[in-house]
């Protein structure tokens, strides 16, 4: 694909979004507006992927004459751009595909198709520009047309807290950005990507910018402490938008910060591996523990996104570990990884808001505890929900295991850093994922069980009805996707090598010439995969179970009462609930992380009235870090307001001062 090409698509998507505003009220429009972009996505994603794997060494350049004077907007096309034009527009075209049914039910659809087409493009945007210009302004435009979606249904308080939230935190990110930019491009003023990556920088500096592009990048991404936002904004967008802010937005970030660590900044220093492998592993694990106490549905899958974002960072951390020691083997092993559960998430992730959006339309509920009984009720959902909850609990043959496992291969591999500290801190960081990975599971049998098994809890979910045909389609397109990767991972590793060749010097053994798709990241003699041969074994093993049960079981047909845990009374409400199931966890890590506090309201002895237990939860990072700062800005916006009642002496005297207070700062940076 040309890059003139793919930023015509992008234009085109620009298009749409003003057509969509034209559009309004037309009977079809949605689903006219969703095709389109789908459309649009595909062939985006068509062009990237062929040219990733066609061409992966090729980097393609072009200057428009638009932005600032005399410089142009840059734009590039290389490996690291097409890998996530891939990412992007698969999820894209997945939650387009789901939006031409779901969509269809939005009650006020113009609020939300102009700007849908407008985020994609901006996030297209983001991932070709070539100078900081450029991509500042889409990293903007893409913050703003997302923050618009989030305050789609803006009539309720709490999407507006969630609106504000997200626009707060979004400015402080492109604010920390356009800091490092600014120190990168240095008194020379060489802004694009080219003349920074050639310019020579002290370690403080360099140092400083990983600091800010970390802040920035992260906040976007859902990085604790910077992922306050997230669990706000993810329940308040319409679903098939959570699932492209989850799936896609949150990579584009990833990108942001692998294009300047990795690209531009220049030598990877030891000590960012350790901030960026304890911010991850810390990440992944609060992540996990509030998605396996939290009740609200879609909340649930934004702190689980925080989690796998943090699996992620911590990948990229094990990554420079290993380069900043020249152990380039190893760097590619960890990057690969965090590269390919890059890509895992984005489906898996994908999935799990399309399954969220179908309960949330059949029933009106986020709230898992008034839910249940809904696998009788939507058994094709159910199944698909079943498959993304097995494939981000990585259990294999599914996706999200191999890049957990691959990045665990690169965690065994640590004994060969020469720092001591790194020695310890790697394994210690390794048990963290690993702790982890299994509460992941843990939430994940809780959010299926209580949603989808036992009895219905409240009468919209004893009326739930499976949800369209279109929804079912991009929801079983995922859940193939998920599969075939799982299955065939070395094929999307063989496509990702190029990348990491280019940013870290090496790149993992070809894997697409082992037999039966095998993966071996290091060597065949020493760690292995073959997805193929666990799919065989685990549909052989089933059929082979169900065809003897079958054939030597009674066939006489026996009834008899459902076993009611020791309950004479089959009320709904005496079974298993979300809060019970999650009440270990929180009674061991509450105090630690969740301040919990539980309220008990038990009646005395012949008292007939019912007995209460409430339980609140907060995040700590919130009551610590945000509300002290919330305060602290208040009260010096309440100082500076003062400024607007000075004379026009007063404005012309604190103008001089901020020129002259410029002027040095300029003639002291030289």
């Known amino acids: 694909m040309p890059l003139a090409l793919a930023l015509w698509y992008v234009a085109g998507l620009l298009v749409l979004s003003v057509a969509a505003i034209a559009m309004r009220g037309l009977p079809r429009a949605s689903a006219i507006v969703y095709a389109a972009c789908g459309a649009i ?81 901006g996030m297209n945007c983001v991932v070709v520009a070539d100078d900081a210009f450029t991509f500042l302004v889409s990293w903007e435009f893409m913050s703003l047309a997302s923050w618009a979606l989030v305050l789609a249904h803006h009539d309720e308080a709490e999407n507006r807290r969630a609106g504000f939230v997200y626009i707060v935190m979004a400015s402080l990110g492109a604010t920390a950005l356009l800091l490092a930019f600014g120190l990168l491009a240095g008194p020379s003023g060489g802004y694009d990507f080219a003349t920074i990556a050639a310019t020579p920088r002290p370690e403080w500096l360099a140092g400083l910018v990983v600091v800010l592009a970390l802040v920035g990048a992260g906040s976007k991404a859902g990085l604790a402490p910077l992922h306050v936002w997230l669990p706000l904004a993810h329940p ?82 094990l990554a420079m570990a290993f380069k900043a020691n020249n152990i380039e083997w190893a760097a590619a092993l960890a990057f690969s990884a965090a590269l390919l559960h890059v890509l895992n998430h984005s489906l898996f992730k994908s999935l799990l808001f399309f399954g969220a959006g179908a309960v949330l339309g059949a029933t009106g509920l986020r709230d898992i505890e008034k839910l249940g009984g809904l696998i009788h009720r939507m058994p094709r959902s159910s199944f698909a929900m079943l498959g993304a909850a097995m494939a981000i609990s990585a259990l294999p043959p599914l996706n999200g295991f191999v890049s957990e496992w691959l990045l665990f291969q690169a965690v065994l591999v640590s004994p060969a850093l020469p720092q001591w500290g790194l020695k310890l ?53 995922v859940l193939a996707l998920c599969l075939s990767l799982g299955v065939a991972p070395g094929l999307v590793l063989d496509a990702i090598a190029p990348v990491a060749h280019a940013l870290i010097g090496a790149r993992l053994p070809e894997q697409s ?77 509450g105090n630690i992380v969740f301040s919990a506090r539980e309220n008990v309201d038990m009646p005395a002895p012949g008292d007939s009235r019912a007995a209460h237990l409430t339980v609140e939860t907060t995040d700590r990072i919130w009551s610590w870090i945000y509300e002290p700062l919330t305060g602290a800005i208040n009260r010096i916006a309440t100082s500076i307001n003062r400024l607007q009642f000075l004379t026009i002496r007063g404005y012309l005297s604190l ?11 300029v003639a002291t940076w030289r």
């Not at 390794?430 to 049998?445: D, E, I, S, T, Y």
């Not at 459902?562 to 009440?583: E, I, L, M």
Request: hydrophobic share 60%.
């Open 513 to 589: 010439t082992m037999a039966w798709l095998t993966v071996a990241p290091i060597a065949e003699a020493r760690s292995s995969y073959n997805g193929l041969l666990v799919f065989a074994f685990i549909a052989i093993s089933t059929l082979t179970a169900i065809e003897v049960i079958h054939r030597f079981g009674s066939r006489a047909i026996r009834r008899a009462s459902a076993w009611d845990c020791g309950f004479p009374n089959d009320d709904p409400a005496t079974q298993y609930t979300a809060s019970s199931f999650a009440q270990p966890i929180r009674r061991v890590f």
């Open 425 to 477: 801190m790697t394994p210690a960081v390794g048990a963290a994922l690993a702790l982890a990975a299994a509460l992941g599971a843990a939430a994940f049998v809780r959010m299926f069980g209580i949603v989808y098994l036992g009895r219905p809890r409240s009468p919209a979910a004893i009326k739930a009805t499976e949800t369209d045909p279109w929804s079912l389609a991009a929801m079983f397109l």
């Open 41 to 121: 996505a595909f062939a985006l994603l068509f062009g990237a992927a062929q040219r990733l794997i066609a061409f992966p060494d090729a980097t393609a350049r072009l200057t428009l004459p638009l932005g600032l004077p005399w410089i142009g907007a840059r734009f590039r096309l290389d490996a690291l751009s097409c890998f996530f034009l891939v990412v992007i527009n698969l999820g894209a075209v997945g939650a387009c595909l789901y939006a031409i049914g779901y969509g269809a039910h939005e009650k006020e659809p113009g609020r939300i198709l102009p700007f849908f087409p407008a985020f994609v493009a």
């Open 236 to 317: 308040a967008a319409p679903s098939h938008v959570s699932a492209l802010m989850s799936g896609a937005m949150t990579k584009v970030a990833v990108y942001g910060f692998i294009r300047i660590v990795f690209d531009l900044v220049g030598p990877v220093q030891l000590w960012w591996s350790v901030v960026m492998m304890l911010l991850g592993a810390g990440s992944a694990v609060l992540g996990v523990m509030f998605a396996a106490i939290e009740r609200d549905l879609k909340r649930l899958l934004a702190y689980s996104t925080i989690e796998n974002i943090g699996v992620v960072f911590t990948g990229l951390g």
């Open 655 to 665: 103008v001089f001062a901020a020129l002259v207070a410029l002027l040095l700062t």
